[in-house]
């Protein structure tokens, strides 16, 4: 293994090369005869993994490197917009807006954190737990208790799912977990408090995730006794946007001419030789060694086509993990008519409908913006991407005067909400883990394919799927194996092998 790479001759350098239909295999042959030009990587996506992975090359002394992003700027997911009535705009998250998880005492440090601190992001601590009013369909109901209840059962099902891993039982779903750890409640304000814990973290309903995985992420970000950085989170506020971490990260190492702006990738070509890659408006690029960063459902849907198709392992993996949605959609009035509080909670006779609800219009935050927000996720984020805004606008109004029924609502002055899994550069807005996903999956969505094509982003991490901070240090590890693989050292980093069948690690019996 480490010989073929050793004796690997390098292929192509960079620029397009505008095949115009010519199969990129021929060329990379004909060159790679003659070339002696230092081995080429492209990197797809300019994400966090995306940054972080060209920055590892950097630092390793890689730079015949070029990042290929679909849209005008770097970031990715940490996705800005000026949100407001003319001359009350205020710059909003559509995507990541916290740093989850930040540091304990001199323990171990997010990355994002400690990225947010160097660029001197304007950042605040958001309140979560302490700062919560709690409504219902008839308006103001205190049910701090159910909620309190509630946040300590969430505790209980994470115990529980250790008790598991350690006795090596299978996994199951967290409803499962909850069921067994005998919270059935069933209620209205019961069901609300309990989707503030899970969905509103997952993007997804607790039948449609792991007990096990939703609990271990939970600890390896929140819990310090499993490594995690700390229960805590800071807010994004900066007028520059959450993505100005990254951004002026990137301005520290990157040239010019090693990102392609505009450049929406429609078939990555593979081979033992090398890689080509061809770009919707014709042109293609080609390298010796190609890093995806491209998120879950990307992968999932077909928006970018792999030739050879990838193999079963691969797309097994890809399949069986889910891109999750999670949705924040945007009002603003002329004032602030709710509640005091930095957040609130609806509890309706459905379940997940306009749950969470956060004001801007508060002290630390913006006061005087007249925002205010509601986070819907998973289904019903894809059921009201199919409505008309007008149609999600009026829902929402109609919950808002559920829980304020004395009020005459006044009329929004902005409304907005992105619509995550319509669009094609992401598919949703985060990986969940369901309860049929095993690590051998896992570390097949992770694993090169053919020594040539990598994969990263936060899918593709173990302990951080859904995070910043886990796009983040696969961008790093990722970059790192390939580095390694490229200048000579093995391109066989253990954690970057794949599984070629996922067994049934308990074989049903057949009891006659
Ligand atoms: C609504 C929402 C809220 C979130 N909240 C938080 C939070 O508060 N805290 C937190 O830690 N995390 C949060 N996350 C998750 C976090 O944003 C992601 O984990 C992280 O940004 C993923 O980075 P990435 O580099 O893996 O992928 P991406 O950021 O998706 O980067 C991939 C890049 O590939 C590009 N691309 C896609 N297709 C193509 C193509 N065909 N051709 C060329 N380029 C293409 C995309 O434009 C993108 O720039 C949130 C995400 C969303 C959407
Ligand atoms: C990308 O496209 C947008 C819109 O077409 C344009 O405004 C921007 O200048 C382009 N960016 C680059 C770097 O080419
Ligand atoms: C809600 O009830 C709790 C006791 O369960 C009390 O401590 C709290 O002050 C009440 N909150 C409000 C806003 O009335
Ligand atoms: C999660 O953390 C709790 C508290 O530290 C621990 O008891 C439990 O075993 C952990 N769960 C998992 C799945 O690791
Ligand atoms: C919490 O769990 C207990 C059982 O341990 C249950 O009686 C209670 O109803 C649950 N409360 C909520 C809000 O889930
Ligand atoms: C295709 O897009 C790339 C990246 O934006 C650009 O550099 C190239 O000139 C474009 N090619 C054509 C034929 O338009
Ligand atoms: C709304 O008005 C009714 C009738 O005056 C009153 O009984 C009720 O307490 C009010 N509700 C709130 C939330 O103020």
């Known amino acids: 293994m480490a010989l073929s790479c050793l004796l690997r001759v390098s292929l192509l350098g960079f620029g397009l090369v505008g095949l115009a239909g010519a199969h990129a295999r021929t060329l990379l042959e004909r060159d790679g005869a003659t070339s002696t030009k230092k081995p080429s990587v492209l990197i797809l996506g300019g994400g966090v993994a995306g940054v972080i992975a060209a920055r590892t090359l950097h630092e390793q002394g890689i730079d015949n490197f070029q990042i290929v992003e679909a849209r005008g700027e770097l970031g990715g997911r940490l996705t800005s917009h000026t949100f407001g009535a003319p001359g009350k705009e205020v710059v909003v998250e559509a995507g990541a807006n916290w740093v989850q998880g930040t540091q304990t005492g001199d323990g171990p440090e997010n990355p994002i954190w400690t990225l947010v601190q160097k660029h001197g992001l304007k950042t605040q601590f958001n309140d979560w737990f302490g700062s919560i009013t709690t409504y219902d369909f008839d308006g103001f109901n205190n049910y701090t208790d159910v909620f ?11 115990v529980a799912a250790g008790a598991r891993v350690d006795k090596q039982l299978v996994d199951t779903t967290a409803r499962t977990g909850y069921q067994l750890i005998d919270a059935k409640l069933r209620t209205p304000q019961a069901m609300a408090s309990e989707y503030y814990q899970f969905d509103w973290e997952y993007a997804q309903t607790p039948e449609e995730s792991s007990w096990i995985a939703s609990s271990w992420g939970n600890n390896f970000t929140y819990d310090t006794d499993m490594g995690g950085f700390s229960d805590d989170n800071q807010m994004s ?12 990260e990137a301005a520290e190492f990157l040239q010019p001419d090693q990102v392609v702006y505009n450049a929406t990738v429609k078939t990555i070509s593979y081979s033992s030789h090398g890689v080509e890659v061809t770009l919707t408006n014709g042109t293609a690029l080609a390298a010796d060694y190609v890093l995806c960063t491209f998120s879950l459902g990307v992968l999932q849907n077909d928006d970018v086509a792999f030739e050879p198709a990838l193999p079963d392992w691969k797309q097994e993996a890809i399949q069986s993990m889910t891109m999750a949605t999670y949705t924040k959609i945007f009002l603003q009035f002329d004032e602030n008519f709710w509640f005091d509080t930095q957040m609130a909670l609806y509890a309706d006779k459905e379940r997940g409908r306009y749950p969470v609800w956060q ?3 508060v002290v ?3 006061p005087g913006s007249g925002i205010v927000f509601v986070t819907v996720t998973g289904d019903f984020s894809e059921r009201i991407e199919a409505l008309p805004d007008s149609q999600v606008q009026h829902e929402v109004l109609e919950v808002l005067q559920a829980m304020f029924p004395n009020t005459t609502l006044p009329t929004p002055r902005a409304f907005w909400f992105p619509r995550w899994h319509s669009d094609p550069l992401f598919r949703g807005s985060y990986s969940n883990w369901p309860a049929s996903f095993f690590s051998e999956h896992h570390e097949n969505l992770r694993a090169a394919v053919a020594d040539r094509l990598w994969f990263a982003g936060e899918a593709t991490s173990f302990k951080y799927f859904g995070f910043l901070h886990g796009a983040y240090f696969e961008g790093l590890e990722v970059a790192g194996a390939m580095a390694q693989c490229i200048q000579g050292g093995g391109c066989a980093a253990s954690e970057l092998q794949h599984v070629e069948e996922v067994k049934n690690a308990h074989p049903y019996q057949i009891v006659m």
Request: proline content about 0%.
């Open 148 to 158: 309190d209840d509630s946040g300590n059962n969430y505790t209980t099902l994470t």
């Open 237 to 248: 506020l900066d007028q520059r946007g959450f993505k100005f971490f990254i951004q002026a």
């Open 359 to 361: 004001s801007m219009d």
């Open 364 to 366: 630390n935050f913006f």
